[in-house]
């Protein structure tokens, strides 16, 4: 059976963006559970979440988190299912601070972390994950690199037209 994908963000205010990841995960036919919590205003919530993943039927976890951004680090803590951390650019610092946090993990607990607000990319890194062991989902990934590179083939085709 396939597993899950768990989508977490430490607040209600990363939604708009993270909803990217959200529906790449849901039009790949992944099933997922997405939840608002917090490393630092409910670190035991996170704590309870990440321990019981792989029991609970997950593969893969995206975890995204702005400013001093820890979620994913500490999710990836309490898990050996890979984390996928997305620093929001939810700060003074334009994300700068997320993008450190969550890429500058010490040695021993990884966090693959993708582009500043990458939640497409993080939704396609957690797609591949699950793909290793499932031709139904490789094929759909395969299928969508054939139709982007078709896309930017008519693309350009286009702009020798142009030009
Ligand atoms: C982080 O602080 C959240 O992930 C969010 O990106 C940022 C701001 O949170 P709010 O103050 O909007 O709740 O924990």
Do not use: W, Y
Not at 43 to 69: D, L, Q, T, W, Y
Not at 107 to 122: E, F, L, R, S, Y
């Amino acid at each position: 059976m396939r597993k899950k994908a768990a989508v977490l963000m430490g607040s209600d205010s990363d939604l708009p963006v993270v909803q990217g990841a959200i529906r790449t995960l849901k039009d790949f036919g992944v099933e997922t559970e997405v939840h608002i919590m917090s490393a630092h205003r409910t670190p035991h919530k996170v704590m309870e979440f990440a321990s019981g993943a792989r029991e609970n039927g997950f593969g893969v976890i995206i975890c995204a988190a702005g400013k001093a951004a820890h979620l994913a680090g500490v999710v990836a803590s309490h898990t050996t299912l890979p984390v996928i951390g997305i620093p929001m650019k939810s700060s003074a610092l334009d994300g700068l601070d997320a993008l450190l946090s969550t890429v500058q993990m010490p040695k021993g607990i990884p966090v693959a972390t993708v582009a500043i607000d990458g939640a497409d990319n993080a939704a396609l890194l957690a797609v591949q994950i699950l793909a290793v062991n499932d031709e139904e989902l490789a094929k759909k990934l395969q299928d969508m690199r054939t139709k982007m590179t078709a896309e930017i083939a008519e693309k350009d085709k286009k702009l020798q037209e142009k030009l």
